[in-house]
DNA sequence: CCCGTCGTTATTTTT
DNA sequence: TAACGACGGG
């Protein structure tokens, strides 16, 4: 047996198909854990073992870094010479591009990469009149615009921002940011396309070097991305070029940041004779998981359609609890993961979703009580720390003597007595000059007087000793880039100015630095060492994240958009509330997207799934009472085993079976309207159970309920309720 | 220019 | 509730 026929062996039917299939644009539609890396590496493998495919010609673009990192990864494991295929985020690819071709596209050949917050500080430098508030909200416009690919001059403008100044805002922020040299991330996938539609050239050497393309998470691209594929695959000059798209249209859901997912819906019309294949075998979840999961998405109008077939076997049900308040809620998810501990469940099985990022708050407070070890993951992200975007900066401007952003973040930090005034009048000495603002620090403090004057100087002076030490290395000379930082974060007073940030705040500042410093060893210490580590930085965030714990077991706390990708032995969806999830007034496309976040969080779970959903949320210090989201209600019932009791005036999946209705004619006692015999309980520590009689007792409504663990044990649900839920099958 | 206090305002966010 | 930005006194 060949190396070939061993891997495709392992592929069902449509998986084969679609690794196989040539001499068409291929479009795959891959349901949630049907396999689709697995398709994807086989691919490549298969078209350089079977179909001599140079790796260096197959290109394969992902959204995020961790996956461009499994996808190689699991390559070179089917076939090593995959090592030379060019597998990279789309931004990774774009920033690998307009290095290569600097000059027609109009940036300098060593930029940097501007964050959204950098953008902002920006538009309000080029538009003073701007507040900051207004300045971050057209920031984030501008961002959205390049996901359009719409330059400050295009008519479609007015679509993303209507109003009339906007044009010359954009205007405003593009000249200053060309002038910097640098770019933002609109910029890495809009330049590459500008270029190759101007450049005939450009455009027929990417056509000869690229004979395949594959794009995967299809759906979550932008305008801008698809016209960057259109222009590389060469679909009108019939270039020849191989193009394969995978995604899922129900699992899309970033429309919010440009993502469109018409990219997907349409693309048999813009690529033609197009080869659908879909991939609906799920492999990872259970049939009843996969059953939930299907009741909510086909609520959705905008969608291709598909089925997923479970592989595994029935399961059991998802359980829906309802629960008084925010505090049972964790509650509840703690007991459930404690009492699985001690049956040999390890905490890593589980993870908690929520919709947005402050509900972790509620389970890190509950499980730091407990001592269930957990780790966030999302949240504050390291490279948007305050001390590392300071030393970066410093980086960068060594990188980049024209870095304005980064010349500003770190000249008065610690304090040298150089505020705003003076910050402006040497940018604007060095924007006259067109030159590097340590030049323009030198020249503006001999116009300047004593106090001023020295902090320039011994701002400048530091600046220039770095840069000098930086040149003086030869690279390769086997020195570390870290030993640089180190001196870098020293000598420039940040290192000590944020340490005792950490004696006031108790923070963990300099640790933080001390772990940049440490993640710099893989680099040399030269010019070019830095800019391929701060290109690094810039492209790859997320993924090595110091302190990742990945390896120990920790309870995940996740929001579900970072679950893209992700999956879970037990999973608990939490903050089922109309408000919360879906978000405050959500209608039409955009309530669909939620949809969608729900389907995508829902199977994220393999084997066990839990859903909560509370009736009083504490929301900005304000007591409100919630009412179950509307998507438990669109489901139907028998997809959840529901425990706990919704609140009044809920006629969603937990509708009675009659007798509780029957039951509160006969009886004027409420409690024993609710309580009464025949009544499927949970107990969150004797498990489920039935009433089997009722009684009362010196005024005291009192049940009797027999445990399915063999146990009887009596109950007043007047005061005990809270550790009781009435099962609603 | 620095630091404290008060008032305002709250998504999601691959890169 | 909390966190961050705007403003005013030192």
Not at 257 to 279: M, S, Y
Not at 447 to 466: D, H, I, R, V, Y
Not at 561 to 587: A, S
């Amino acid at each position: 047996m060949s190396d070939t026929e061993r891997y495709l062996a392992l592929l069902n039917p449509e998986q084969r198909e679609a690794v196989v299939h040539e001499n068409s644009p291929l479009l795959i539609l891959a349901g949630a854990g049907s396999g689709k890396t697995r398709v994807i590496t086989t691919k490549i493998a298969y078209l350089i073992d079977e179909k001599h495919i140079q790796p260096y010609s197959i290109l394969a673009v992902t959204f995020t870094k961790k996956a461009a990192k499994e996808m190689a990864e699991r390559a070179v494991a089917l076939e090593p010479l995959a090592a030379d295929a060019q597998i990279r985020t789309f931004h990774s690819f774009g920033s690998w591009f307009l290095r290569k071709f600097a000059d027609e596209a109009g940036v300098d050949k060593s930029f940097t990469v501007y964050d959204d917050d950098d953008m902002a500080t920006l538009v309000s430098k080029a538009v003073p009149a701007l507040s900051k508030q207004e300045a971050a909200k057209a920031a984030h416009k501008i961002a959205l615009a390049k996901d359009y690919c719409l330059t400050p001059e295009s008519k479609e403008l007015a679509a993303v921002e209507s109003s009339p100044d906007f044009p010359d805002v954009y205007a405003a922020y593009e000249k200053r940011l060309r002038e910097t040299g640098n770019v933002d991330f609109g910029d890495l996938i809009m330049l590459p396309v500008i270029t190759l539609n101007e450049y005939e050239n450009i455009r027929a050497q990417m056509h000869y070097r690229f004979r395949v393309i594959m794009v995967d998470e299809y759906q979550d691209s932008n305008v801008a991305q698809f016209k960057l594929l259109q222009a590389l695959a060469g679909v009108e000059e019939k270039s020849g070029t191989y193009v394969c798209v995978v995604g899922d249209d129900d699992q899309s859901i970033y429309r919010f940041r440009g993502a469109e997912v018409q990219n997907i819906l349409t693309f048999q019309k813009h690529f033609p004779d197009t080869k659908l294949i879909r991939l609906e075998r799920n492999y990872r979840s259970t049939a009843s998981i996969l059953a939930a999961a299907d009741s909510i998405v086909r609520n959705n109008e905008d969608r291709l359609g598909k089925t997923l077939k479970a592989e595994r076997g029935e399961g059991s049900k998802p359980v829906l609890v309802f629960l008084p308040t925010q505090d049972d809620e964790s509650a509840f998810c703690a007991d459930l993961i404690q009492k699985a501990h001690t049956k040999g469940c390890t905490y890593h099985d589980w993870a908690i979703l929520y919709r947005t990022n402050a509900q972790s708050l509620g389970f890190e407070t509950e499980f730091l009580h407990r001592k269930i070890p957990y780790t966030v993951v999302g949240s504050l992200k390291f490279y948007e720390r305050e001390e590392i975007k300071d030393i970066l900066a410093f980086l960068s401007l060594v990188a980049n003597p024209k870095d304005e952003i980064a010349f500003r973040r770190i000249i008065n930090k610690p304090a040298r007595g150089l505020g705003d005034k003076t910050q402006d009048a040497v940018v604007e000495a060095a924007r006259t000059a067109g030159g590097s603002l340590i030049d323009a620090c030198r020249e503006y403090a001999k116009s300047k007087s004593k106090k001023a004057q020295s902090g320039l100087n011994e701002f400048a002076a530091l600046a220039e000793e770095l840069a000098a030490d930086l040149e003086n290395v030869s690279s390769d000379s086997g020195i570390k880039l870290s030993a640089f930082i180190e001196k870098t974060a020293d000598r420039s007073g940040l290192l000590e100015y944020h340490t005792s940030q950490d004696e006031v705040a108790g923070t963990q500042k300099a640790a933080n630095i001390q772990e940049l410093i440490n993640s710099a060893v893989l680099y040399a210490e030269s010019r070019q060492g830095l800019l391929d580590f701060l290109d690094a930085i810039e492209l790859d965030r997320a993924p090595e994240e110091p302190g990742d714990e990945t390896e120990s077991d920790n309870v995940t706390l996740i929001t579900l958009h970072n679950t893209k990708g992700l999956e879970f032995p037990r999973v608990i969806i939490t903050g089922l509330e109309n408000g919360i999830f879906p978000r405050q007034d959500k209608t039409g496309s955009d309530l669909e997207e939620e949809r969608r976040l729900f389907y995508v969080g829902i199977t994220r779970a393999k084997d066990e799934l839990y859903i909560t959903s509370c009736s009083i949320r504490r929301i900005y210090g304000r007591t409100e009472y919630m009412q179950p989201s509307q998507f438990l209600s669109e489901a139907g019932s028998g997809v959840f085993k529901v425990l706990g009791t919704p609140p009044a005036g809920y006629y969603g999946s937990s509708v009675s079976d009659g007798r509780n209705g029957d039951m509160m004619a006969e009886n004027e006692n409420p409690l024993a309207a609710k309580w009464c015999k025949g009544t499927r309980l949970y107990h969150d520590d004797w498990g489920y159970g039935q009433i089997i009689s009722t009684e009362s007792r010196e005024g005291e409504y009192v049940i009797t309920v027999q445990f399915e663990s063999g146990s009887r044990k009596q109950f007043m649900p007047a005061y005990q309720s809270h550790s009781l839920m009435i099962v609603h099958d």
